[in-house]
């Protein structure tokens, strides 16, 4: 039975194509992301892949580029299945990646099942020990990675163009039609107009409510309060209702006599009415009236039924237009919403490769030094002068070291990504722990000709912390001030409590005297693979791992680290820790 291994972010597209694989006689095993798909894959590994591209954490075709280059996994076949990145573009680089297929959704479950028998046949055909496609190099990859993701967001900057081009022709074909107004301010106009021009003596407009059933007196023109109370006949079983079920216009030549008009108190003869319907849809019913007997023709019933037409349109253009305004609020913010978090994603995806990259240079040299002075050393030991002897070893010991600090931070970041790092909180002494440090730190410190004071504040509470991880952010930054220091000058470290946020804090500073730090490395100091400008052009090691991971440790204390620095004027880390409670 043939193992696939499905990938997707969204559940009701794995529990879909689950159940049309398991139905089909496949095992199936599901992941959400890249990162999962992988761990999964090496620990048992599946006959293909089927994976969707656009997932958070590690997208599809991040996942086929290490596939690919995975010797465990390399030869198992990897099927794209998306419905967001469908342009020819899209499938040359995941084909360049060395997909094996591309497939666009939604396929029939026939067609699928189809392509997925068509591998299996092509593995079986296949050459035992066959090559795996050809995948494209590291900085190709980078360079088409990039240009699909800047593709994707002019595709969607091309999708709200056009949304708000559609947006602004309507609006505009809008207002050419009909002057959008209130309702009622655009029945009331109307009317009045009527009731002026051809000399009716009042006019009303009753409002339909369809679950109710219920006429209700909106708008009246040439009428005072005392008369519309009396005229406002809203029931079905009065002439409104009588409108409302012949949907065509209703002239009553003489009000007095017919049964059907029941106020009997208004000076009115005639009476003509009009339904006012917008495709099939009863909205309400006009009614003009006249003190005049025989005052309405059937003329005048095809005019009020064109004016009671174009009301009907107007109302709805009013309707709509407040809808349109609504759904294009919405529309434009959601797209201004998705636009910025589009760009967010692809600075923050240009600042990772700018970091990577930056990184690998780093640690390129930072391996790279250590190891060629090794190398030399080792070769000036074997043949060098015996005078020389404890002098090459001192210099094998120091390079050796900083080869081994640098692969502490990176299996520190490590462990801390992965959540292996527990911190271990009890009741620490801050004064005890740095005194041991100055003492573990101290012939460093000589060595490099330093003086290191340190001014404790006896007063100061125990504060709840790992202290084995407090030590190691202490040592980091300590170290960091012994690389930065002018030979002949003093580092202090000091302890004291502080009042931060509303809270008591127990702080522990290191001061040094270097060179300080440029107000545009500030903001990024705690980030990782970050070196400024002081750390580049010195000689001093480190592989810009070190702050970051000070300040992991110490977010995991629900403390905080800042720094405050002039350029030559040295710099100040100081460490905010909580109180142990008692």
């Known amino acids: 039975m043939a193992h696939i291994l499905i990938v997707d972010d969204l559940e009701q597209n794995l529990y879909l194509l689950e159940v049309l694989l398991k139905g089909h006689g496949y095992a199936v095993e599901t992941a959400v992301n890249g990162t999962s798909a992988l761990q999964k894959a090496k620990a048992n590994p599946p006959s293909m892949i089927i994976s969707d591209i656009l997932m958070p954490v590690m997208d599809g075709f991040t996942l086929?580029?290490?596939?690919?280059?995975?010797?465990?996994?390399?030869?198992?076949?990897?099927?794209?299945?998306?419905?967001?990145?469908?342009?020819?573009?899209?499938?040359?680089?995941?084909?360049?990646?060395?997909?094996?297929?591309f497939l666009i959704k939604p396929l029939e479950p026939e067609q699928l099942i189809a392509v997925l028998h068509e591998i299996e046949q092509e593995q079986e055909q296949e050459p035992q020990g066959a090559s795996p496609k050809p995948v494209v190099e590291e900085t190709t990859y980078f360079k088409q990675y990039n240009e699909t993701l800047i593709r994707k967001l002019e595709k969607k900057m091309m999708d709200l163009e056009r949304a708000n081009r559609r947006l602004q022709t309507l609006y505009q074909v809008s207002m050419k039609l009909a002057a959008i107004q209130p309702q009622k301010d655009l029945i009331s106009q109307a009317l009045k107009a009527v009731v002026e021009i051809v000399g009716y003596t009042y006019a009303e407009f009753f409002a339909y409510d369809a679950q109710t059933k219920i006429f209700t007196l909106q708008v009246a023109v040439g009428q005072d309060q005392e008369t519309q109370a009396d005229a406002a006949c809203g029931q079905e079983r009065n002439l409104v209702g009588l409108s409302e079920q012949q949907r065509e216009p209703l002239i009553i030549t003489d009000a007095r006599i017919d049964p059907r008009w029941i106020p009997e108190n208004i000076p009115v003869q005639s009476l003509l009415s009009v339904p006012v319907i917008y495709k099939e849809r009863f909205i309400g019913m006009i009614s003009f009236l006249s003190a005049k007997r025989d005052a309405f023709t059937e003329e005048d019933g095809r005019n009020a039924m064109t004016l009671a037409n174009n009301i009907a349109v107007a109302i709805e253009n009013a309707r709509l237009y407040e809808e349109q305004q609504e759904y294009s609020t919405r529309l434009e913010a959601e797209v201004a919403t998705r636009t910025a978090e589009l760009t967010t994603a692809l600075e923050k995806a240009q600042a990772a490769d700018r970091l990577k990259s930056q990184f690998v240079s780093d640690v390129n040299h930072e391996l790279r030094t250590p190891l060629s002075n090794i190398k030399l050393y080792l070769n000036l030991l074997d043949r060098g002068s015996s005078a020389n002897r404890l002098r090459y070893l001192d210099i094998l010991n120091r390079e050796t070291g900083r080869l081994q600090r640098l692969i502490e931070d990176m299996l520190d970041l490590s462990r801390l990504d992965a959540d292996k790092t527990p911190a271990n909180l009890e009741p620490v002494d801050l004064n005890a722990l740095i005194g041991s440090l100055v003492l573990e730190r101290g012939g460093l410190a000589a060595d490099n000709n330093l003086t290191l004071d340190f001014e404790s504040n006896e007063t100061i509470p125990p504060v709840l912390a790992d202290q084995q991880l407090i030590f190691q952010v202490l040592t980091n930054l300590l170290i960091n001030a012994i690389n930065y220091t002018q030979s002949g000058d003093a580092i202090t470290l000091h302890t004291d409590t502080t009042q931060k946020g509303g809270e008591i804090w127990v702080t522990a500073s290191i001061t040094d005297t270097g060179p300080g730090i440029s107000s545009e490395d500030l903001p990024h100091l705690f980030e990782r693979f970050y070196r400024g400008q002081a750390g580049r052009k010195s000689n001093a090691p480190g592989s810009g791992l070190g702050l970051a991971i000070c300040q992991e440790i110490i977010e995991r204390h629900s403390g905080l680290i800042n720094v405050t620095s002039r350029v030559n004027g040295g710099s100040t880390f100081t460490l905010y820790l909580p109180i142990a409670r008692a």
């Open 64 to 101: 086929c580029r290490q596939w690919k280059a995975d010797n465990q996994l390399k030869h198992i076949p990897f099927i794209f299945y998306t419905a967001t990145y469908t342009d020819p573009q899209d499938r040359a680089f995941a084909l360049s990646l060395g997909a094996d297929k």
